[in-house]
C-alpha cells in the first residue's frame, strides 16, 4: 500500500522544510535511513538488498550517531516508521523472492537541498556501483569488435537502411543491424551522463540538469556521423531514466503541460519547476556548441553507467535505431 500523490506532496513538502529550517530529528532519521537503504544496495547488485541487511538493530548507531550518545530503547520503533514512511512515499518498495523479503530502490529523495545528495554518498563511503572509476578521464579508443574475426564493425548504407559491417570486408562479410551494434556498444562502453548549470525559467537561480547524449557518444564509431540519427537523451531509455532517478533527487517523472504527458525529467533544485526536455535534451543553449559542433563535453562530463544487462535497454533501442538510413 501506498500513499496518494496529495499525500507524498503534503509529506515531502514538511520534509524538505525541515532541511532548511530542522525543528527535529524525524527528518534526518529517514534520511539517514534511506542512504542505508541505498548503501546496502550498492553493496548487493546496485538496486536491491535484503531487508535483513538494513534491520534496525544492524543501523542504529549510523541512524543516531551525533545525534544520541546511544540510540534511546524506542530505536526500533523510530527506524521501522522510517522504512514505513520511505515505502508509502514510494522511496523503496518491498518484494518477496525466495521467501526472503528484499528491499528496491524505487527514486531518489526529492526534498534534498542541493549538493546533499553527494554529501550522503560521501559521509557513508557509497561507491555506486553503476559508476566508473576515475569519472574525469572520458578518453576512449571506440570501437565493437567483430564476433567473426579481429575486425571492427563500421557504419555502412545498404538497399535497407545503415547497417554495420565488418572493416575485414570482403575476407569477412559479418554484419549486425545498427539496434544490436548500439547494444554492444553499451556493453562495452557504457553510457556516458552529462551535467551543467542551467538558469531555471521560473526562479532565475542555476539548477544542474542532467542527461545522456548517446547519439553524440555513438558518433565516434566509424560512419555513426554519417546517418541521421535521433536525438537521445534523457527521458528516451527507461532503464536508464530508472538508474539517474534513483540517484539524482532532481531526476523525476514530471507532467508536462506543454507536452501534456509525463516523462523523466529534470526539476530545479530550488523551486521544483520541470526543465523540460526541449531545453535539456534536444536544444541545449548553454551546451549547444560542444554538443553540436565542437565535439567538446567532457568539460561537463559527470560519470559513467556501466550497464550489466543491456537486455533492460533493448525495447528502447530497438525502438530509437531500428529504421535508420
Known sequence: MYWDEERIQRQRDYFAEERIEKKGNFTEFVVRT???IYKACTLNDGIS????AVSPHKVKFIIYKDIYDTPDHDYKGVIDDCIKKLKLMQYIKFRKENDKWMIYLNKALDFLLPNEHELYLEKYSVNDVNAVENPTNTSKDVFVGCTECSGQYKINEGKYGAFAGCSNYPSCKSTLDLPTLVLRYIQKDGINIYRWDKECYKCK????????YLDYDLEEIKGFSDIISPTVGLGDISYVDEL?????????????????STYMANA????????GRNYVVDDPHEIIGELWHDRGMEKFFYKKLKIKDVSMLEQDIKHLYAQLH
Not at 539524482?248 to 507536452?259: D, G
Open 49 to 52: 538488498c535484503p531487508a535483513s
Open 244 to 260: 539517474l532517478s534513483r540517484e539524482i533527487p532532481s531526476v523525476q517523472m514530471r507532467y508536462s503541460n506543454t507536452v501534456q
Open 34 to 36: 534511506y542512504y542505508c
Open 205 to 212: 537561480k542555476h539548477t544542474q540538469v542532467y542527461s545522456y
Open 268 to 275: 530545479c533544485q530550488h523551486c521544483r519547476a520541470l526543465q
